[in-house]
């Protein structure tokens, strides 16, 4: 059986960016021979997939169904099969959306 060790592509953006309480979708499109298991991580801590409104997609993508400025930080993608393993990191920022006042409300 012929093994390739797995690659994710370097052409996927590092920086991620997504509005609080919106869904984003970070990929890990991890290819190799065999297809390489996908796991996570947020700042060094392995995430299962379980946690709420967190979700590792059949893709190998990780959800998050409502980011919230805690979710921000960096996130790895590791892809491992019996020929090797590789990684990437995203950082995911998180962003507030700013409410504007009539200056009469703000006096």
């Not at 052409?11 to 796991?39: F, H, K, M, Y």
């Not at 393993?85 to 998180?94: C, D, G, I, R």
């Amino acid at each position: 059986m012929m093994t390739e060790p797995p690659h994710i592509p370097d052409d996927i953006p590092r920086d991620v960016s997504v509005l609080e309480n919106s869904r984003i979708t970070i990929p890990c499109p991890a290819r190799g021979t065999p297809s390489p298991r996908i796991s996570w991580s947020k700042d060094g801590y392995q995430l299962s997939g379980n946690e709420i409104g967190i979700r590792i997609l059949a893709d190998g993508s990780l959800q998050l169904d409502r980011a919230q400025s805690s979710d921000a930080g960096q996130y790895t993608c590791f892809a491992d099969n019996l020929a090797g393993n590789a990684s990437k990191n995203f950082e995911l920022h998180v962003f507030c959306k700013l409410l504007a006042y009539p200056e009469a409300v703000l006096g």
